[in-house]
Every structure is written in C-alpha cells, then in structure tokens.
C-alpha cells in the first residue's frame, strides 16, 4: 500500500473519531438543553399553580362577604343600609377583578385562557353590573347612563364573567382619568348578516354583542393608542395632560382585556383625541339563550305552588362562611337544607344514609376543592349510590373559584355519565341560584 494510501486512511479515521467527539458532545448538550427544558416547565406549571391556590384562597373571602352581602342587601328593607351594603359589594367586585387580572395575565403569559360561556339574561346582567359601576362614578362626582341603544336578546351564552371584569377594567380606567362630566355605558347588538367584521368567528354566532365605554376624560394620543392596549406596564406621562404629577398606570386590566377578547374572536377598538376624552368600543360574538321574553325577570317571580313539596338539600364545603351563605341562598330560594358536610366523604356517608332511611336528597351544592375527598370523586360515587339503590338522579350543582372549560366540561360529563348537573363559578350571586333552582323546581314538576 502507498504512504498516500496510508495517509488518507489515517486521515478518515482520525476525522470519523473527531465527528464522533463531537457527535458525543452535541448528545450531551441537548441532554442538558432537555433537563432545562423541563425544570422550566415545571416552575412554570408551579408557578401557574401557585397563582391558582393563590386565586382559590382569595376567592374565599370574597365570596364569602359578597354573598353576606346579596342576602343583605335583597332582604333588608332599611335604605341606608342597604345603600352601605351595595357599596361594600362594588368594592367586592371590583377587589374580585384585580385579583382575577394576576390570574388571567399569567394564563395569557402561558396562552392557556379558557372562555367559558354561560346562558345569562342580558338586561338584568348588565342593569345589576352598571348599578355597581354608578357607585364608584357618583363618588367621583361624575355623571352615569346605561343607555341601550338596540333591542337585545332576551339572553346570551357568553363568559359572564369576564364580561364583567372587560366593563369594570375599563370603568375603572375612565374613573382614574376622568375629573368632570360623565362615563357612559352604551350596549347594542347586531343580528348576524348585518356584521361588519370579516373574522370567521363572528360569522359562526348569532350576533355580536357591541359595549362602549364614553367618558370626559383627559383622552389619548393618537400615536399612544396602539401602545395603550399592548402595554401592561407604564407610558409616558405626556400623554395625559391632566396628569402630569404622576406617569399613567396602565396595570394589567387593558392587556388582560385584549388577550381575553382575541380568545372570545371579538375586538377593542379605541377613539379619542389628546384632551377630549375617550371610547373604548369592545365587539363580542355570542350565540343567543334559550330564555324568552316571558322569562326576562323569571328569577324574580314567586313560587306560588304550595302544593308541591319543599325540594330537600344538602351543602358540602369545607369552608365554614361558605357553607353558610350556600345554605342562605338555598333556604332563600325555597329548599330545606338538611344538613351541611364538610367534605366529599361526609357528603357520600350522609346521602347513602338517607336513602337507607328511605328518604331522599333533590340538590346538592358542592364545593369541588375539599379535603379528604373532592367534589368530583364524592359526586361519582353518588352516582354510584343512585345505581345501587335504583333511584332517580339527584340535581348536583358544583362551585369553583378557578374553573376552565375543560375542568366545566369534565365535572358535567365524565365518560358520557353526568356527573354533575350544573357548574357555578364563585363569587356566585344569589339570582344565579335561584335560575338554577327554578330549573331544578321545573325538572321536579314534570
């Protein structure tokens, strides 16, 4: 053999083993790549849970004052405190608003927001969310109109609760920046085939559901516009001349409202000029309730079969304020509470015992967050209990502080057997009870 011959094989080998080196040590760098890949995701799901718990444990209290509150306010016939009661209840809902911006910045951070559409009754929601809103504008000493400008359906599916946490954001804005005259609030709809927007979700509902907030207030740059719905932190003070002493504090809620709507398939749009006010124009797509025009105040109207039996209830919640105020609104909406578990077991234990007795259970208001068993694992034994004793479904409505459309799809029907009958979403409101329970009196009188 040649020394070229010699050579060249040398050389391959020696290249092939420096391939090989590196080959090693490209394996050995992605494996670390991987290892902190993976410690990033678990302190991000961390992270995420921990602004959950953090959510759940400050949804507690809030819902806890906010419910004392609604029985108050609906029942007592003293108007001056009933007008302290209404005010503390704004505090709530706008208190309750902060908080859920910590919770849905961090989910837009991840892209994980869930819409979570429910069947509310249009003109009672956005009456009972303005009167909150006119609070904290009177106190201002500015002036307050809910003006509907269009007939609108007698009920939407839509996420109420972020609706409301998109109104009060932007009140909450037009009161900081606002020192005279008014914030108005103008509510529309437009039947599909009418719509504007080429955006293929607002094509596949019913109609659009048009809010505007107007006000008086020290407006916006033009060139600032675009920055005011991106920016979640601070902008420069010249754009608020009124406000010179102090840069403008965005927070979270506009940021929050953008990532909200995109999620929605709806729009916020901005008019103003730098001196002359503002309006913050938000399009949502909904599909239209099943409610009538002879249901508009359903909720309020009284029941007036004395005939029929008193629905029997049990409250589970190891929340002992909030097991209260469950079995307030209960007893308030024409059920006899039986007895309060604080656990998924006690629950189980207690309702398998009453069918023993022959007796039976028409509700159960259960909490899905509990100790020693959850809401979930105690309602598929229920389920159990009802097949072994040959008995009609009892109505299980759940409660939850941080729910997402998947935890609401699941609780509702898991594996095609319904594990839970309705699905409520703290703070809950006593006229959401009583649509639930009206339901439930209607499936009991067939």
């Keep these: 053999m040649c020394i070229t011959s010699i050579l060249n094989i040398s050389f391959c080998l020696y290249f092939q083993g420096h391939l090989l080196g590196h080959e090693k040590n490209i394996a050995t760098l992605q494996q670390k790549i ?4 993976e410690e990033n995701l678990q302190q991000t799901k961390s992270q995420e849970n921990l602004l959950l718990t953090l959510s759940h444990e400050l949804n507690n209290p809030i819902y806890s004052i906010s419910g004392s509150l609604d029985v108050m306010i609906k029942h007592s016939h003293f108007q001056d405190f009933q007008n302290i009661t209404k005010k503390c209840q704004a505090d709530i809902k706008f208190l309750h608003c902060l908080v859920s911006n910590i919770l849905d910045f961090s989910k837009a951070q991840q892209n994980t927001i869930e819409i979570c559409p429910h069947e509310v009754q249009t003109l009672i929601f956005f ?7 006119d609070i904290y504008i009177k106190a201002k000493g500015l002036q307050s109109k809910l003006i509907f400008l269009t007939d609108l359906p007698v009920s939407v599916l839509m996420d109420y609760q972020r609706v409301t946490r ?3 954001n932007l009140v ?21 085939g009418n719509f504007r927007s080429s955006s293929p979700m607002l094509q596949e509902n019913d109609g659009i559901l048009r809010i505007e907030i107007v006000d008086t207030g020290s407006g916006i740059s033009n060139h600032l516009i675009d920055k005011v719905l991106k920016n979640h932190g601070l902008l420069n003070q010249d754009a608020f001349p009124h406000d010179e002493a102090s840069p403008l504090k965005l927070g979270l809620g506009l940021y929050v409202i ?3 709507l995109d999620k929605m398939g709806g729009t916020i749009s901005v008019v103003s ?5 503002a309006s913050f124009t938000v399009q949502i797509p909904c599909e239209k309730g099943a409610a009538t025009a002879s249901d508009k105040y359903g909720s309020q109207r009284q029941d007036s079969s004395q005939g029929i039996r008193k629905l029997k209830g049990l409250v589970v919640d190891d929340q002992p304020f909030n097991a209260d105020i469950n079995r307030t609104f209960l007893e308030k909406c024409g059920v006899e509470v039986l007895n309060i578990a604080k656990n998924g077991k006690e629950a189980v234990d207690y309702f398998e015992k009453e069918l ?11 909490d899905i967050e509990m100790p020693i068993m959850n809401g979930k694992t105690a309602a598929e034994r229920i389920r159990e209990i009802e097949i072994k004793f040959n008995v009609a479904h009892c109505q299980i409505i759940f409660l939850s502080g941080n729910s997402v459309e998947s935890e609401i799809t699941e609780c509702l029907d898991m594996n095609g057997s319904k594990k839970a009958n309705f699905f409520l979403r703290k703070p809950v409101k006593i006229n959401e009870f009583e649509l639930v329970i009206q339901k439930i009196k209607s499936i009991h009188e067939l």
């Design 34 to 37: 991987n290892i902190l890949q």
């Design 127 to 133: 009456e009972n969310l303005w009167a909150s809103c």
């Design 166 to 168: 998109i109104v009060l």
């Design 172 to 192: 909450s804005n037009s009161i900081k920046f606002t020192h005279s005259g008014f914030i108005n609030c103008l509510i529309s709809w437009e039947e599909k």
């Design 258 to 260: 953008k990532q909200v």
């Design 273 to 277: 000029e730098k001196g002359e006010g």
């Design 356 to 366: 023993e007795a022959k007796r039976g259970i028409d509700v159960i208001c259960m």
